[in-house]
C-alpha cells in the first residue's frame, strides 16, 4: 500500500519530502547513534500517532508527554511516515494537504528516521503492520506501541530484543 507511488499529487510531494528525510540505517543507530541517547526509544504504529497528534486521546497523554520531554526518542522508518501521510491523506480527516504536512513534521520533530534491512524477520496476519514489528525488531526499540491486537500478539516474537509491546494507556512509568 505506502510503497506504491501515489496518485494523488500533494501525496507525490510529501512522499519525496519524506524520501529526502536522512535516515540512519539500523546497524548505524545500534553500533554508534544508540549511544548518545540516555531516554528510550520507541516505535509507534499509525492509530498511535493518530491518538497522539490528531485525537489527543487522553489515555495516550502520559506516551505524549515523555516523547515531548525527550524522554522517549521516536524511532520511525520512510515506509511508516508514508504510512501515515497516506491516512492523514484520507477524506475523513478533512484536512489541507498543508496542515497534513503540519502533523507530519511535528511526528519527525521527535523522531530518528531509520532504514530497514526489508527482511521480515517478524510475521504478523496482517503484512502492512509487519513494517512497525520489523522495525522495532532491527533498531531493538524498548517499546512499540499498538492498539492493534495481532500486533500485541506478535510480542513473544520480538522480547528477545528486549523490546516491550504495549498500549499507550499501559504505560505509565520512569
Known sequence: MTDAAPTDPDLTETFAWIDSLETESTEEFDDGLRCG??????????????????WND?????????????????????SCMKEFAVVLARPQFGLAPDAQRAFLENVYEYTV?????????????DAEDEKFLNLAYEARADFLFTKDKMVLKAGPYIWETGTHILQPEDFQGD
Not at 541517547?37 to 520507541?42: D, L
Not at 497523554?61 to 524522554?71: A, C, P, S
Not at 528516521?113 to 496476519?125: A, D, H, I, K, P
Open 37 to 54: 541517547f540516555m531516554t528510550g526509544t520507541a516505535v509507534l504504529d499509525t492509530n498511535v500517532l493518530l491518538d497522539l497528534w490528531y
Open 58 to 78: 487522553p489515555e495516550a497523554q502520559y506516551l505524549k508527554k515523555q516523547v515531548q520531554e525527550g524522554r522517549l526518542v521516536l524511532l520511525s522508518s520512510p
Open 113 to 125: 528516521l531509520l532504514t530497514t534491512s526489508g527482511e521480515s524477520r517478524v510475521r504478523c496476519r
